[in-house]
């Protein structure tokens, strides 16, 4: 092999090592298995389940419907949780009963296995029940599983299973960390004064154009972590005055408001002397880059000012005292 021979073979070597390394990163870097918390709920959900076998080894046979129901009713809230337990049970109940009689009929039959399905999904939807699958899927397992058996004390014993997994799951999300909205409310307070406090320097400082969609966003987040913190209180020993939380909501609605007007408004703009005078003191800076003018812009200077009072109201250290004092009565 000549000199050539051997250069071409080296230089290829070199090639296919560069395209292996290159490879090599580019899997390596786009392989990296992703950062995934275990929520409490979860934890919560695998505590529940635990008890349900340990009970169903002790007391009674062990079902996987229990475990199913316990699984189910752990929610978000303790209402939720209620609600999403009760009509596990009335779906089951419904499913037990219809199984019950079909399998008087004549046990494991095809044909009435998809009749009796018609009649649990029409039921259920009659009645309103938001679990017509659980009230099938028990319908089902008593029909094709009640060979050789008693109907009647296997239909008990089913809607009996699911009774515990749901008391056992309601039960656990009720008393084991329960989630915190009231902290979760009270951050999106902080949240949105800082967001708006920015939008204003952007709008009246920098004067430039502002997009809402944060603050939007968040008032939307608020909304949604309050309302599942009522859910709590209003299934605890304790009822806190939620008076000031429904104030404060309110002002961040307003504040909302007020930035979408003064977002909305067209041409040159104004400030009064007075707005212009609290604005150089609400931000401690020496002067503003704005015109004044008592008479131009009305609306702008008292969308302004709402939003200046809002902000301060959200500020304020008695706010936060308040807050404090809602924070230490237990919901439990």
């Not at 699984?71 to 049970?89: A, C, E, F, M």
């Not at 009659?126 to 659980?134: D, Q």
């Not at 109907?151 to 084991?176: A, E, H, K, L």
């Not at 209003?234 to 979408?260: A, G």
Request: charged content about 25%.
């Amino acid at each position: 092999m000549g000199w050539k021979e051997g250069y071409y073979i080296k230089k290829q070597k070199n090639v296919q090592k560069n395209v292996y390394s290159k490879e090599n990163k580019f899997f390596t870097k786009n392989m990296k298995l992703p950062k995934i918390k275990i929520g409490m709920r979860t934890i919560k959900t695998a505590i529940a389940v635990t008890i349900c076998v340990l009970l169903g080894e002790s007391i009674r046979q062990s079902s996987p419907l229990s475990c199913v129901a316990c699984i189910i009713s752990i929610q978000d809230t303790v209402k939720n949780s209620l609600k999403r337990g009760s009509h596990r049970v009335y779906s089951t109940i419904l499913g037990g009963v219809i199984g019950y009689f079909l399998s008087l009929i004549k046990p494991g039959d095809a044909i009435l296995s998809g009749i009796g399905v018609i009649i649990v999904i029409y039921m259920s939807n009659l009645l309103k029940l938001n679990s017509p699958v659980v009230g099938a899927v028990t319908f089902l397992a008593i029909l094709l599983g009640v060979s050789g058996k008693n109907p009647f004390m296997y239909s008990v014993n089913r809607v009996i299973d699911t009774v515990i997994g749901v008391v056992v799951g309601v039960c656990v999300n009720y008393f084991i960390a329960r989630p915190d909205y009231l902290a979760s409310t009270i951050d999106k307070f902080e949240r949105i004064e800082k967001i708006t406090y920015k939008y204003l320097q952007e709008a009246v400082i920098d004067r430039k154009e502002i997009n809402l969609k944060e603050l939007q966003e968040h008032i939307k987040k608020l909304d949604s972590v309050y309302s599942k913190y009522i859910d709590e209180v209003n299934y605890s020993f304790n009822n806190p005055d939620v008076k000031i939380l429904e104030q404060t909501i309110e002002v961040c609605r307003e504040i909302y408001f007020h930035m979408q007007s003064i977002h909305l408004l067209r041409g040159n703009l104004y400030l009064k002397k007075d707005t212009y005078d609290y604005l150089i003191d609400f931000f401690g800076i020496e002067k503003l880059n704005w015109e004044i003018n008592e008479e131009k812009s009305p609306v702008f200077n008292y969308h302004l000012m709402e939003i200046l009072h809002e902000l301060e109201y959200l500020k304020q250290e008695e706010l936060e005292e308040k807050f404090a004092q809602i924070e230490n009565i237990s919901i439990f």
